[in-house]
């Protein structure tokens, strides 16, 4: 057994195996096996190894194997590896494939087929969700789970050719990003025993001598590092205790957060479009077996959508515009328009899809429906937001131009009832060489839900946490 597992360092991945002139040179591999089907002179295999959605073909010929009973318990879902020799496929469905060797396969884990739960038929994603440690097997969250592997890179590529620095942010923090009171608790107080006292918690004993929380963003802390490297990002988990269940929101989500000093609301939307376009543009060309599967078993027409985006120049409008164009339009909403209200996700996506047909950032909204910490307009009214919202999602990237004007912080910071004292180094930082800045947070998940059209945002992440969901 330990001797065979060395042929870890020569077996090849199915995907680099694919790139091969067949020659009947010996090929290695190593994989699960998704399906057995057996003729009269053969058995046939496909075996996947997660680099490719189609996996590779193994024959077996029958006749000349020798012991069959070996293949007894090579089963969907067993492990094994193989020794091949690779050759021209006669099928038209690939160009290679692999005539085993005589007790050339070899099961490394067996699969009980009585109770292996993917079957080969098309399973619901809310089942898949109940076997999230066999999942990542099926060609969908294969693909998801390669998407957002390029994706990951893209964007570190993105920001680093362009001379940004990744900044870690912490994941634990004691102050509220966005003001909005949906964060996680952490503590090592005794929680139960201070129930049965029906005492309060006394925080001074509490592990930090603080409430503290799971940040909701890594922002204000990536505003520090931007006053002073210029242009820096984050790319970590951020958690949020908001009790949505919806098909784009999760408890634990990845965000992307630049920022940027001397830079102001058009120079952010600039970074933002560049960016969703780069993400794009990189996606269809690295992943494009992946992304055919998509366009044609889960959303029809992405392709082309995508790729067209990804050389368009997206709308520009202001909150006060997009009221206007909601208005004029006259659709019924569940909610009803008017200036000063959110934008719900139905007018989201009336705007993208129905009215400008493609992505928009939408600037200055009133600043009662948005953060403290955006930039308050002349007009007193609105601030300097940038939401960017797409088809079929809504709002995928949430930002603004920062405040950077010290006495109009505290104001705002009082005017939306929070403690100035709670965000003193946040304040402090404008005491010493402030400067106008901006950034924006793009959620990981709603981008990748973007380009793969999967519907619901538990399945574009590995484990989703959700409200009464957090398993595995
Ligand atoms: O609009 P949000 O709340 O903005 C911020 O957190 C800012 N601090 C970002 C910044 O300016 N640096 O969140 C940003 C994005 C949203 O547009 C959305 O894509 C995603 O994060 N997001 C979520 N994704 C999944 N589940 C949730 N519960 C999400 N909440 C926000
Ligand atoms: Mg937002």
Redesign the pocket.
Known sequence: MMGRMNEHKKSLRIRDIFQLEPKNQEVPVQGWIRTRRESKQNIFFEINDGSTLKGIQVVVDKENYGDLSSLESANNGAAVEVQGTLVASPGKNQRSELLAKPEGIHVVGDSPQENYPLQKKRHSFEFLREIAHLRPRTNTLGAVSRVRNTMSFAIHRFFQERGFQYIHTPIITASD??GAGEMFQVTTLPISDLAKSGKSPDYQQDFFGRPSFLT????LE?EIYALSMKNVYTFGP?F?A?N?NTS????E?W?I?P?MAFCDIDCNMDVAEDFIKFILKTTLEEREEDMNFFNQWIEKGILDSLQRVSESTFHRITYTEAIKALEDSGAKFDYPVSWGMDLQSEHEKYLTEVVYKGPVMVTDYPKEIK?FYMKLNDDEKTVGAL??LVPRLG??????QREHRKDVLIRRIQEMDLDPEDYWWYIDLRTYGTVPHS?????F???IQYVTGMQN?RDVIPFPRTVNSAEF
């Open positions: 990003a966005e909701v963003s890594g922002q990536a951020t949020r908001e949505s784009r929101h999760l408890a989500f965000m957060e920022e953060a939401d960017v709002e995928i990237i949430g930002g603004s950034g924006f947070g793009l959620g998940e709603r981008v945002i």
